[in-house]
């Protein structure tokens, strides 16, 4: 991209292009339906342990209740996070997160940028940092955080994580007010996009169906599935009997995690939980990240020894 | 004498904990460099959103010489001890000093220490003070395990004498300690070094960095009213804004926008409520009083004077105002078509707390309750049972589900809309106040009347189901209830026995009909945990303890409470500190003083003579067993106080009462002084306690004496 972005792509290619320089690797989305970036095993499960990681990607994030029937101007049940981890944080993360907002032609003489105290906390995932939501001329436009806390497990060392709300992000950026207008390619093209041409379709039928169609005995039914499988899948010993191996299977019971994740907030838009049974859920889901972490920190990955764990 | 100059860069500090951190650091090092022996003249911390700073002036160059003397064993006592001892005070046997303490000769050692220069104990203080920092929350970054609120940067920490500024040597979680900083992040970003408080102060100034946090508050607050004023608008106030948005910023550039003419039709409060909690702006009023502006505060200077972040944050605001204009629309829209029924539908779906049922029911209990209460506080009843109906109602309302802290005022602008009674508006918006100890307490009495239902079901709900708050545990907030209970029935001066309204109002509403079948559960919910006929004395007597507690500012002691408390009709707030009021004004009397000494005595002799006859005195005492004058003296004076004290009683009149109780004093004096109330003689025994008994039984028409202390 050479000069100001002029689509939501540009400004995407913009992020990416700008954090492989600062020595991320890019990575792809995560392939299943997450509510934020953060769920991304990318930053989850390799925000734990010793083991250094830099990583950069656009996450897809799912938050059915949002849905709006892709009537509202910033309102989506699914919407776009691009999220930076990086392992440790490095000293001058502040300044490298500014020439991100640079990069995607935000000048830096010109607007007002302010850290404003936010303190994250995932309950799901038993996770907490401290840091700001970034403000630009009034607008929430990242957040940042120093994870302190995740799946129960202190971070030693501390990620640096940045999420920047894409849509909203863009939308300033462009001087966008209603996010279907927003180009989403070249506006120049002979094919122009925008970002209702690519979603609006799909923004009213999940609204339709997150509300009042999707069947909650089965929603119900696949959250205990998901749940049982993931307990089923860390039973199993280390040791592989096919291949005689050490192969702890944190990311596979981890996925199912997500998907326990997932299924709690669609039954949440079916309306179906009740403020006392929403805790009880949340905890359910909580435990199953708490155990996935424990697994992760006794893989390779995770900075474990799997010899001594096996050995244990 | 040097000067010490302190100062902690970080990331971002969070605006609320700034003033306070400063104010910590100043402690911290201060008591620290007094505790090693330093003194100074004078210390002043200052705050902005990236640094805490600490000018220590005039401190001593270092601790004075001191000698310490440690008394150790006897003289003869084991070599072995005396060496011991001799090791442990770090000197010589040889230098150590025989005395005699009284009890022979005893070995002491004299310890010298050397004064140490203030540059170590500077280091020593500001490391310990780093590492103890009480931030309500801290965290670790990257690699290190230094706590902090926020990643630490840099640390400048100087002393600066005739010979001029020294780096005070330290190192703490790879940081060593300088004589310099950065200044302001956009628009002085280059390191430079100070050698004194006064080139700190002015370096960062040019450097576009206010250290002050007052002098950043005094310049917005300046600049917004003066380009509200060229305008001619008016700035609203807003102290707790001020002080947050000037933590914000370490070089505050004002801004006013305009509000779109579409949001101008928001009720004020909404547009208030918006721009302040989302945006923190401040809000201009025009000459009407209308809310036609904002003013945001910015962090920088910019070549085109801000249009770029004027407009920004003037698209931001827009959003929100379209997000609330949304809202107030369809909740108009609503009230119009169906009046407060339709934006209340569906109230019956949402739990109010799981054994007491939905707010419906809830609201069904209030109802009910409002409807007794009126007659009492001056308020119709079908007002007080309307007003109770559609109080929560807005509950249910767009806006206010965006905007909680809305929650009543947005009722009292749907009532309104609807069309009910000015009184049954004022009520939605007013039933929730009190809120706090300083918040306003309803006056008119619709309001009153749903003010006291609403808290009074809330409490009797939870007692009814054994929810008590307990130690610092209140989740319901029980305790602001019965507070806010008290303050109206005092500041009102209502005359409401309450024990008819604490017991659990849900069963009542269902004999009623009023509630449906939600009810069937919570009512055997309550049968089966046994909910005790005493929970309502219970509650009564947490009222009471609240009102010692919100008494205790007026300067009345608990126990005057409790002797009041004792009598019959406590649940008559207002007549239990009346009494009470009337009885700590009698206390304070030399009469009333020495009437109690003499009551009690009345009280004693009587008390034990009783449990010794295993009889009760209280068939009146005889005249015609008198045998001392002061005994006549007494008679007349029980005879004479008694119709007065009568009186006094029926018209409720405690001072006047408690006075006449007090004009016994002298008699009851007398009659101790010349009579002997045990007498060999059994009957004149009998009946000088029968003329104590008298003495009592009246005293404790008036107020429970024996509940005093001291």
Same mark, same amino acid.
């Given at each position: ?9 540009? &400004? ?83 300044? @490298? ?8 032609? &935000? ?17 799901? @995932? ?92 089965? @929603? ?17 010993? *280390? ?33 179906? &939980? ?36 096996? *050995?244990? | ?7 902690? !860069? ?56 001191? /000698? ?52 170590? %104990? ?23 395990? !230094?706590?902090?609120?926020?990643? !630490? ?69 300046? +600049? ?95 959003? /929100? ?60 009843? +079908? ?12 509950? /249910? ?20 809309? =609807? ?67 008290? #303050? ?6 209502? #005359? ?41 004395? +219970?509650? !009564? ?38 009494? =009470? ?18 009551? /009690? ?93 008298? %003495? ?15």
């Amino acid at each position: 991209m050479t000069g100001k972005p002029r689509s939501f792509q540009d &400004i995407i290619l913009a992020l990416q292009a700008y954090w492989a320089r600062q020595g991320c690797a890019v990575l792809q989305p995560y392939d299943m339906e997450v509510g934020a970036g953060t769920f991304h095993p990318a930053t989850t499960l390799r925000s734990l342990g010793p083991n250094p990681w830099a990583a950069a990607y656009v996450q897809p994030s799912r938050r059915p209740t949002d849905g709006r029937y892709g009537d509202s101007p910033n309102r989506l049940q699914h919407y776009y996070q691009f999220q930076v981890l990086i392992k440790p944080s490095p000293p001058d993360l502040q300044a @490298l997160y500014l020439g991100s907002l640079e990069a995607i032609g &935000i000048d830096m003489a010109l607007h007002d940028i302010r850290f404003v105290e936010d303190d994250w906390e995932s309950p799901t @995932l038993g996770a907490w940092g401290l840091g700001w939501e970034v403000w630009c001329d009034g607008m929430e436009v990242s957040q940042f955080t120093y994870f302190q806390q995740v799946g129960g497990h202190d971070c030693r060392p501390v990620s640096g994580e940045l999420t920047y709300g894409l849509e909203r992000l863009a939308m300033y950026v462009l001087g966008m007010d209603h996010v279907m207008e927003m180009p989403f390619n070249d506006p120049q093209t002979p094919m122009p996009l925008t970002y209702g041409d690519v979603f609006r379709q799909a923004e009213r039928e999940y609204a339709r169906w997150n509300f009042d169609v999707a069947d909650t005995p089965t @929603l119900l039914r696949h959250f205990e599935d998901a749940e049982a499988e993931c307990a089923r899948i860390l039973e199993q010993p *280390a040791t592989d009997p096919r291949t005689g191996r050490q192969i702890v299977m944190a990311q596979p019971a981890y996925d199912q995690c997500i998907k326990a994740s997932h299924l709690f907030n669609l039954l949440d838009a079916r309306g179906v &939980i009740s403020v006392t049974e929403r805790q009880a859920y949340i905890g359910r889901v909580r435990a199953l990240a708490k155990a996935c972490a424990d697994a992760f920190l006794l893989t390779e990955a995770g900075g474990g020894a799997p010899e001594a764990a096996a *050995a244990s | 004498m040097p000067d010490l100059l302190i100062e902690l !860069l970080s990331e971002e500090i969070p605006a609320r904990m700034q003033r306070r951190a400063a104010e910590d650091l100043k402690s911290l090092v201060t008591n620290g460099l007094v505790e090693a022996g330093l003194t100074y003249a004078g210390a002043a911390a200052f705050s902005t959103p990236r640094r805490l700073a600490l000018s220590v002036e005039g401190l001593t160059a270092s601790s004075p010489d001191t /000698r310490e003397e440690r008394k150790g064993p006897r003289v003869g006592a084991p070599d072995k001890a005396v060496e011991g001892f001799a090791r442990g005070a770090g000197v010589e046997v040889s230098a150590l000093e025989k005395r005699d303490a009284g009890k022979g000769e005893v070995y002491f050692a004299v310890i010298a220490h050397k004064g140490r220069p203030a540059d170590a %104990i500077v280091a020593e203080v500001l490391e310990r003070a780093i590492r103890d920092f009480p931030w309500p929350k801290s965290m670790r970054w990257g690699t290190g395990d !230094l706590r902090w609120v926020r990643p !630490l940067h840099g640390i400048l920490c100087i002393l600066t004498d005739e010979a001029g500024p020294r780096i005070v040597p330290m190192e703490i979680g790879g940081l060593a300690a300088g004589a310099g900083t950065i200044g302001h992040r956009f628009m002085g970003n280059e390191a430079f070094s100070v050698s004194s408080f006064e080139d700190y102060e002015a370096k960062l100034k040019r450097a576009h960095v206010i250290l002050r946090p007052e002098e950043r508050a005094e310049t917005i607050q300046h +600049d917004a009213q003066t380009r509200a004023f060229a305008q001619g608008l008016e700035l609203v106030e807003d102290r707790g804004l001020l002080d947050e948005v000037s933590g914000l910023v370490e070089w505050p550039v004002v801004l006013m926008g305009e509000i779109g003419e579409e949001f101008l039709h928001l009720p004020p409060e909404v547009l208030q409520t918006s721009m302040k909690e989302h945006q923190k702006f401040f809000s201009v009023k025009d000459r009407q009083g209308r809310i036609s502006r904002f003013v945001t505060v910015a962090n920088i200077d910019t070549p085109d004077d801000g249009a770029t972040i004027l407009a920004g944050n003037g698209r931001v605001l827009a959003a /929100r105002l379209a997000d609330a204009r949304f809202f107030w629309d369809n909740d108009l829209r609503k009230v119009k078509a169906g009046g407060m029924e339709a934006l209340g539908e569906g109230l019956e779906a949402v739990t109010f707390q799981s054994q007491l049922g939905s707010q419906a029911d809830r609201v069904g209990r209030i109802a009910a309750l409002a409807r007794s209460i009126a007659p009492q506080v001056g308020a119709e009843a +079908d007002e007080a049972e309307q007003a109770a109906r559609i109080a929560k109602v807005d509950l /249910r309302s767009e806006m206010v589900g965006e905007f909680p802290e809305l929650q009543g005022l947005m009722g009292r602008y749907y009532a309104a809309e =609807a069309g009910l009674p000015a009184a049954v508006a004022q009520a939605a918006e007013e039933h929730y106040r009190p809120l706090g100890p300083s918040d306003a307490v309803p006056e008119a009495p619709v309001s009153i009347a749903v003010a006291l239902a609403d808290k009074l079901d809330t409490l009797a709900g939870f007692w009814a189901i054994d929810e008590k708050p307990t130690g610092s545990k209140d989740p319901f907030a029980l305790r602001r209830a019965a507070l806010g209970v008290i #303050r109206l029935v005092l500041a009102n001066g209502l #005359r409401l026995p309450l024990l008819p309204h604490l017991a659990y109002t849900g069963l009542r509403a269902t004999e009623e009909g009023e509630v449906a079948a939600a009810h069937d559960a919570v009512v055997e919910a309550q049968q089966g945990t046994q909910a005790q006929p005493d929970a309502a004395a +219970d509650l !009564l007597g947490f009222f009471h303890d609240r009102l010692k507690v919100h008494l205790k500012g007026e300067g009345l002691r608990h126990d005057v409470i409790d002797a009041a408390a004792a009598m019959p009709g406590s649940d008559d707030l207002w007549l239990l500190v009346a009494r =009470a009021q009337a009885l700590a004004g009698v206390l304070k009397t030399d009469d009333g003083e020495n009437l109690l000494q003499g009551f /009690r005595r009345a009280n004693n002799i009587l008390t034990q003579a009783e449990t010794q006859d295993g009889v009760e005195y209280a068939f009146g005492a005889d005249r015609k067993f008198i045998e001392d004058p002061a005994e006549t003296v007494l008679f007349d004076a029980l005879d004479a106080a008694q119709p007065k004290i009568d009186e006094a009683m029926g018209r409720e009149d405690f001072a006047g009462a408690m006075a006449a109780m007090a004009g016994l004093r002298g008699p009851i004096d007398g009659f101790f002084e010349a009579v002997q109330v045990n007498s060999e003689n059994q009957i004149l025994r009998r009946n000088r306690l029968n003329l104590l008994s008298r %003495i009592r039984t009246l005293c404790l028409s008036v107020a429970d004496l024996t509940r005093l202390e001291g």
